[in-house]
């Protein structure tokens, strides 16, 4: 791999680009590989990427039905956080926030980390307790946020209304150290690295069966062919219920379509990201201007990733009471992901009834945030055999054993 | 946008009258059953890329829940029906089985 610099940039810009190599290898499948990852999206690359770098696994290959990152690491709106209140769950998330600090060094890569940072507004009582709450818990676990009172969020972003129509803005929760990244950027600079170190990046091979043998997996069939391995790492988002029916098990999880949109580019108004998660609205404004704004999910199952409509008018309805100056934008451009939410709106990171087959699932609205943490405990899971500190939590029987993380009911979450 | 005929009342109702309520034809448990029950109660979902049934309410009409059956992967409505019932009608399995032949049942 050609290390990209200054200097290279330099180098090509004298000899009109006509030196830059592809990215990464596309190779024909190998009959066999230590590791197969499913699922080429952010959470699988950077599965393998640690699988290749903590503990050595590089006879890796990671199989993808569409392109590469074209899911939800394509789709979300790529807020970074990790102000959530369980232990297990702040954990994990400020693995990866803090992951995401160097990544762009970490994988010669540049993913555009831009911890401009993050707020999450209370407008309602029980969300002011609930985010005091989440505050205290986030300091007895070294994740750094702080309240800030109304006119203390005046203060970090200007154009917003304190005293909308139906909920007035009584504070926040802010975490400095929050914000965006390029979410394109962190699947190609991960694939980079991937292929780098010898691992195999297929595309647009569907997997279509899984073998196994004597309760143990040996392979999958795809549609170039089969493919032999010793371990197998499903991470797949919103078809992880059709992945575990093949490889023989289920799964508490249900796939529903989380839409985002973007508005026409206008000069910088917002510096920061804003939750309202009462209003049920997220915003913050790319490098070209646009603003980038989430909204809440759909109430039925759907593997379209198409939403219904009415969630956009919702969600714009939020943020034009909250941001009265957006109320004659344009909106550019509107998408659809499916998310695979889970019973406790916590994720899955876990080994399965199927020998030597490991799953990682269930990362629902929230997932891009945590992509490096739960790549490195995923390679750690998939690597050991036995979850680490990160993922131990997080194993798909304590949903039996009533271990819940529940984030639905703390105040950390947007869902 | 996802249009449902109630089958209590007659009208058909686009999605903003509806309120969606889950999985149907789920088996619940009671004290004393074990763990491994009031978890496939409570979250083991079938969750299907295909043929679905689900529990909906006709929340701003006559207020009372209905089942239908909708595919997840194209959004095409096979049919509703009364929720009073442990098991879809015989007309509706035949119809999806006409239009979806590789379909597995509704089990």
Redesign the interface.
């Known amino acids: 791999m050609r290390r990209y610099s200054v200097f290279a940039l330099a180098r090509e810009a004298l000899r009109y680009h006509s030196g830059w190599g592809k990215a990464w290898a596309s190779p024909e499948p190998k009959k066999h590989y230590d590791a197969i990852i499913i699922g080429a999206g952010g959470h699988g690359l950077a599965t393998a990427y640690y699988l290749g770098k903590n503990h050595g696994i590089r006879n890796v290959a990671v199989i993808e039905k569409g392109w590469l990152g074209g899911g939800n690491t394509g789709r979300n709106t790529t807020i970074i956080r990790s102000n959530y209140l369980q232990d297990p769950s702040s954990a994990i998330f400020e693995k990866a926030r803090a992951l995401y600090e160097n990544l762009s060094q970490d994988l010669n890569y540049n993913i555009m980390f831009s911890p401009r940072g993050l707020l999450m507004l209370a407008q309602t009582h029980h969300e002011v307790r609930g985010y005091k709450r989440t505050v205290h818990a986030n300091q007895l676990q070294g994740v750094t946020t702080e309240w800030l009172e109304p006119e203390q969020v005046k203060k970090v972003v200007p154009i917003i209304n304190l005293h909308g129509p139906r909920y007035p803005v009584l504070g926040g929760q802010w975490q400095a150290r929050g914000g965006t990244a390029r979410h394109d950027a962190v699947a190609w600079g991960y694939a980079r690295a991937c292929s780098d170190m010898g691992m195999d990046i297929i595309q647009n091979c569907e997997v279509t069966a899984v073998r196994q043998e004597n309760g143990v997996v040996t392979g999958v069939e795809t549609t170039r062919g089969e493919i032999g391995c010793k371990k197998l790492g499903i991470v797949v988002a919103g ?1 992880s ?2 992945l575990a029916e093949m490889a023989g098990f ?6 529903i379509a989380l839409q985002a949109l973007v508005s026409e580019p206008i000069k910088p108004v917002i510096d920061i990201v804003v939750m309202a998660n009462t209003v049920h609205g997220y915003i913050s404004q790319s490098d070209k201007g646009e603003l980038v704004i989430g909204g809440g999910t ?7 990733q ?1 939403g ?3 969630h956009i008018e919702e969600t714009l309805r939020a943020l034009v009471e909250t941001f009265p100056i957006i109320s004659r934008l344009k909106m550019l451009r509107q998408w659809g992901g499916i998310v695979d939410m ?2 406790d709106r916590s994720p899955i990171i876990s080994k399965t009834p199927l020998g030597n087959c490991f799953i990682n699932c269930g990362w629902g609205t929230g997932g891009f945030k945590a992509i490096p943490g739960s790549g490195w405990a995923m390679a750690e899971l998939i690597a050991k055999g036995e979850p680490g500190a990160l993922a131990r939590e997080f194993d798909m029987w304590r ?4 271990r819940f993380i529940d984030e639905s009911v703390a105040a950390g979450v947007a869902h | 946008m996802l249009i449902l005929e109630c089958p209590c009342c007659g009208v058909k109702a686009e999605e903003t009258e509806l309120a969606p309520g889950g999985e149907a034809h789920l088996k619940r448990f009671g004290p004393g059953s074990s763990d491994a029950e009031f978890e496939t109660y409570m979250f083991a979902r079938k969750n299907p890329k295909g043929v679905h049934f689900e529990r909906w309410r006709h929340a701003y009409g006559c207020g009372k829940w209905f089942l239908a059956a909708r595919d997840t992967a194209t959004l095409e409505v096979f049919g509703t029906y009364p929720a009073q019932t442990t098991e879809p009608p015989a007309e509706l399995i035949a119809k999806i089985q006409a239009k979806r032949p590789g379909w597995k049942g509704w089990k």
């Open positions: 078809h219920g059709v289920r799964l508490p999880i249900e796939s759909d109430g039925f199952n759907n593997y379209t198409r219904s409509f009415h889970t019973g949903f039996k054993e009533g």
